[in-house]
């Protein structure tokens, strides 16, 4: 309750603060936002003289037909979950994360690393300490960009495309020469992959048969932490009105450039996290795919979940069903599953062109609640 | 050491250079273009997509009808209707422009893989654009073998230098698409449409990338693969802020990547005992230090970035 005003003119500021219409609307754009892009999907599936009907059947089928497919959605959404939990951060302040691939990239690379030179520690210890290490490898990533913008004015954007590029190259020079798998080697195949981790690095798996891993639970345990954080304390607090006002938070005393840098050092460390719970969860070594474009997916989960870290876990979880109806759908009925990429780039598009709708509304709901003040 | 005699002998750095400028050419298209763009105030990330785009298209179309030329106009026609979904994205609706952009990225590349897999499937080759010596000029030694013995496109991607700066800085065109870029209140009040402009500076530049798609599977490799550009738009949206949103700048900076580039690849080939994939990220490095020293962001459009809505201050 707002301690200034008498009493009487205290509820309608209650009501324009909350409104379930307001949620609603929304939750119904980036709903409409998806329809749209799978219809627009299925239109270029005519065209390809394809049926749109029975692959989008195939997809969902390939989700909900087998225990295997459930889990492979979670599992899919996890590195979704904690790229989008680092993009939410980053974008809260007003800086665009587009550097996820490259800061996979560093977590992946950095715990395959760290378990094998450590592999003489216990399970305890090893486990939690790689996990940390990914993180501030991934970190180190975002930070980069993040000095680079604040020091000397390096557009984020571009910077960390760049650092994407650069961890590719860093990647596939390692995984040719110092982390190369030593029996790949002996056998002549030269697959460039690292070696087996070892086992006691391995996170504990939920249901036997699947790949469905603790990452899971982590991450989401980490969205209420990242809620807390951005929402619960001072630090983020300041990242937030950095975002919302850069002028307003320098007059209030907020060391602006200190908080860009930080969100965009968190959003690395989340998404080294991504590439860590990947290489320990799923794979147990490094594979050149790790990032399987888990960088550019993760925003659009962050995007739909309204950049809220309770929003993007069940848009994780959306967009990592996708993902796994997409490979179903390519082996039924032999639709690329590039398919799926076009449908997530136009929820994309679609979703920040109803950025404006919402503001609209937001508005014109002021406008309203103002009205009924005045009488 | 041989190596380093071959390295510095004159055929090898001809070579170099010759490659340097022939590297140049889609880089040159998009970059261009997107500076037309950005010069309007609307920053278009998803240039690496409409490439993609284009270059499937001029592929596509070259390789069923047998025509290079009409592979061409497929590439200008794709490259148009991205540039529409791009503007009615960000400049209609008002988006986040670098987060649209990639938005677009994601088009492309989905679409461009998804066809290539539908229609082509197996990567197949054309006969593309062949080299044009250019009578008298490239009978001229060393600097005749850099310049004058390439394919046309390449000639075309360096004549849209000039005809850029004269078009941005010459025309009536150009002033009102910098007006609208430094103040579109400003030239909103004086009449000028700013969504109109916007519209036409993003379509113009997105054709342009289109032409850098085409120039790359017609004329540079002649083939067409799922994500045939790595990032290449991306290097021409850098380029654009290196050569401080000026033609000739851009120029400059996309032959010093080439340069970077054509230096890595013919170390590969002389087998110069350096881990390519470390050469390889030489230029990615090169691109963020120039970025960081480069003059200032003074020229930069004052509205880059900055959805345009009639009363709001």
Redo the contacts between chains.
């Keep these: 309750m707002p301690p200034h005003g008498t009493a009487g003119t205290v509820r309608p500021a209650r009501r324009v603060t909350f409104d379930w219409r307001d949620v609603g609307f929304r939750a119904v754009l980036p709903a409409l936002a998806m329809v749209a892009a799978l219809l627009i999907g299925a239109v270029?599936l005519l065209l390809?003289k394809?049926d749109p009907v029975s692959a989008y059947a195939a997809m969902i089928q390939g989700v909900f037909g087998s225990v295997s497919g459930f889990t492979q959605s979670l599992v899919k959404a996890t590195p979704l979950l904690l790229v989008g939990l680092g993009i939410c951060i980053a974008f809260r302040a007003s800086v665009?994360n587009?550097g996820g691939e490259g800061q996979i990239i560093a977590g992946a690379l950095m715990a395959t690393w760290f378990s094998l030179a450590f592999r003489g520690w216990p399970g305890w210890l090893l486990l939690p300490a790689t996990m940390v290490a990914g993180f501030l490898a991934g970190a180190l990533w975002g930070l980069i960009p993040g000095l680079?913008k604040v020091r000397?004015?390096?557009?984020e954007?571009?910077?960390t495309?760049?650092?994407?590029?650069?961890g590719i190259?860093?990647m596939?020079?390692l995984l040719?020469?110092p982390l190369i798998d030593p029996a790949g080697v002996r056998a002549g195949t030269f697959l460039p992959q690292s070696e087996r981790l070892p086992e006691h690095v391995w996170l504990p798996r939920l249901v036997p048969q699947t790949l469905l891993h603790a990452g899971t639970i982590i991450a989401v345990l980490l969205a209420a932490a990242v809620y807390v954080f951005l929402w619960r304390t001072t630090i983020g607090y300041r990242i937030r009105a950095v975002g919302l006002n850069r002028e307003a938070s320098r007059y209030a005393g907020i060391n602006v450039p200190v908080y860009q840098a930080l969100s965009l050092t968190l959003a690395g460390g989340f998404a080294g996290l991504a590439g860590v719970v990947e290489v320990i969860g799923v794979q147990h070594r490094l594979l050149e795919g790790v990032t399987s474009g888990y960088g550019?997916s993760g925003?659009?989960a962050a995007?739909f979940g309204g950049l809220h870290p309770l929003g993007v876990v069940p848009a994780s979880w959306l967009f990592g069903s996708l993902l796994v109806g997409a490979d179903k759908m390519q082996r039924a009925v032999q639709v690329?599953s590039?398919?799926?990429?076009?449908?997530?780039?136009?929820?994309?598009?679609?979703v920040?062109?109803?950025?404006?709708l919402t503001r609209r509304w937001a508005a014109r709901r002021a406008i309203v609640a103002a009205k009924g003040e005045d009488r | 050491m041989p190596e380093q005699m071959t390295i510095f002998s004159l055929p090898v750095v001809t070579g170099i250079l010759a490659s340097a400028v022939r590297l140049a050419t889609p880089y040159l298209f998009a970059a261009v273009g997107e500076a037309i763009g950005q010069s309007s105030g609307v920053l278009n990330l998803g240039v690496d997509g409409i490439m993609l785009l284009g270059a499937y298209a001029a592929f596509f179309v070259a390789l069923t009808t047998g025509s290079l030329w009409l592979g061409v106009l497929a590439a200008m026609l794709v490259g148009l209707l991205m540039g529409l979904l791009m503007s009615l994205i960000s400049v209609t609706l008002k988006a986040e422009q670098g987060i649209s952009g990639i938005g677009l990225y994601m088009v492309g590349l989905g679409v461009s893989s998804l066809l290539f897999k539908v229609t082509i499937g197996t990567v197949k080759t054309v006969v593309g654009f062949k080299p044009l010596k250019i009578p008298l000029l490239s009978d001229i030694p060393v600097l005749g073998e850099i310049l004058f013995q390439h394919s046309l496109p390449v000639y075309a991607a360096f004549l849209t230098v000039p005809l850029a700066w004269w078009f941005l800085d010459r025309t009536s065109w150009g002033l009102k698409i910098k007006a609208v870029g430094h103040n579109p209140t400003a030239a909103d009040s004086l009449g000028v449409s700013v969504d109109r402009v916007r519209y036409a500076s993003v379509c113009l530049g997105a054709v342009l990338s289109g032409l850098a798609g085409a120039s790359l599977s017609l004329a540079l490799v002649n083939l067409f693969q799922e994500n045939l550009t790595a990032g290449m738009g991306f290097i021409a949206v850098a380029l654009v802020y290196f050569g401080g949103w000026r033609p000739v700048g851009i120029m400059g900076g996309a032959l010093l990547f080439s340069a970077v580039n054509a230096f890595q690849l013919w170390m590969q080939v002389l087998n110069v005992k350096i881990p390519s994939d470390l050469a390889v990220m030489l230029p990615y490095v090169l691109t963020i230090a120039a970025l960081a020293l480069a003059p200032s962001l003074a020229r930069q459009p004052t509205a880059l970035n900055k959805p345009f809505e009639r009363g709001e201050h």
């Design positions: 270029l390809l394809a665009i587009i680079l000397l004015n390096v557009n954007i571009l910077s495309v760049m650092m994407n590029a650069i190259q860093l596939n020079f040719r020469g550019f925003i659009v995007l690329p590039a398919l799926i990429d076009t449908v997530l780039g136009l929820v994309v598009m679609f920040v062109g109803s950025a404006l």
